[in-house]
């Protein structure tokens, strides 16, 4: 039996509320401990219960999308953060992912998408597609204000193509089947990337190969 994993929708929209939370019937590991019309409105009922993750709609009457994501970091700091949107722009998916933001969905995903999203997110930290990967690319170029504190030794060629491979989103054991090496070759080649780089986690080693243009 899986353990479930709680959520929360945030939208100004009741009726797509109501179709998230309807779908999202249909999967018994995932728990929806409340819904939020506002930003305001999420931060108070957070005080009561405290779910795994947030589906969190862009944008909102009042408080942004950017605003609510670096709020919830500072106060709610282990609760993941997917942002849902129609429409996306690489300056600000870089922005968001900046202040805290572990994944994004178009509104228009499918149930099964977002039920993969949440697990994604919660066993591994993040959930980024290759669209999401190429916007952090672009954002980073076109961006004037945002730098990224790393400063590392060189990678190796291989190391390059498993920073890579993370940055699709790949399993250990998808890049260890991709590049014909074993797992535990590839955990060791992750660990190697964690102290070049810097990184704590995925998103700290995605920030770095979009930093240094190796997307």
Known sequence: MKIKKTIAIVDDHSLFRKGIMALLRDFEEIDVLFEAGNGNELLSLLKIKQPQVILLDISMPGLTGIEITTTLKQKHPSVKVIILSQYFDNQTIYKLMQKGANGFLPKDADIETI???????TEKGNYFTEAVSEALAKGAISSEKIKLPFN?????????????????????????????????????????????????????LVFYAVDHGLL
């Open 115 to 121: 039920v993969d999203a949440i697990y994604m997110v």
């Open 152 to 204: 590392s030794p060189a990678l190796t060629n291989r190391e390059i193509e498993v920073l890579r491979l993370i940055c699709k989103e790949k399993t250990i054991k998808d890049i260890g089947t991709i590049l014909h090496l074993s797992p535990r070759t590839i955990d060791t080649y992750i660990e190697k990337l964690y102290q070049k780089t810097g990184a704590l986690k995925r998103e700290g």
